[in-house]
């Protein structure tokens, strides 16, 4: 008889942080059984979802809208565009800017995995009661656009300098004896 593995999160770990991390790892992981079968990273679906709700957002607005680095979003409308899911057109308000929108190859994937899409999200809720669910999505909307200066493209990821490597990197100034 095989055993079932049940992680308990430690009182020390019960904290917003961790918590966030470790659920943004379920959402990925229940998500990606989803997209995976098209071939698509959970943000690669949330590039369709995105211009099928706003068709011809320039790549700037949508990085802002996904919470990515334009050089990401850029990535990302460049293997969409590839795989023939998306088109890329110049701006007719600005010639360097490029409108996307959802092809017809791509509205097909959207309207093939919508249903399987929203009962993942559903499966991501389903440990809570069906008042919590919306209690919940309330309460993080509400953190997450209160704290939106904080929700920043690969804030955090990298170490900031120490103070004793912040005191190293300042300039000599020269002597005026």
């Known amino acids: 008889m095989a055993k ?21 790892q379920v959402c990925l992981g229940i998500t990606a059984e989803v997209t995976g079968r098209a071939g698509l990273t959970p943000v690669e679906w949330s590039v369709i979802m995105a211009l099928d709700d706003t068709p011809d957002i320039d790549q700037g607005s949508l990085a802002a809208r996904l919470g990515v680095d334009t050089a ?18 110049s701006d007719a308000k600005d010639r360097r800017a490029r409108a996307l929108r959802l092809t017809a ?10 249903s399987a899409a929203r009962a993942s999200q559903d499966r991501i809720l389903s440990p809570l009661a ?14 997450v656009e209160r704290h ?22 300042r300039p000599v100034q020269p002597s005026t004896n």
Do not use: C, W
């Not at 079932?4 to 943004?24: C, D, E, G, K, W």
């Not at 990535?75 to 088109?87: D, F, K, N, P, Q």
């Open 4 to 24: 079932t593995f049940q992680a308990s999160v430690p009182t020390s770990h019960r904290v917003p942080a961790h918590l966030a991390r470790r659920f943004h």
């Open 72 to 89: 990401s979003a850029h990535h990302l409308t460049h293997r969409l565009a590839a795989a023939g899911y998306i088109e890329r057109r």
């Open 105 to 114: 190859r791509g509205k097909a994937l959207r309207g093939e995995l919508r």
């Open 130 to 143: 069906a008042n919590e669910r919306r209690l919940f999505l309330d309460m993080l909307t509400r953190l």
């Open 148 to 169: 939106e200066a904080y929700a920043r493209p690969g804030n955090g990821r990298r170490r900031l300098p120490s103070p004793q490597a912040k005191r190293e990197a």
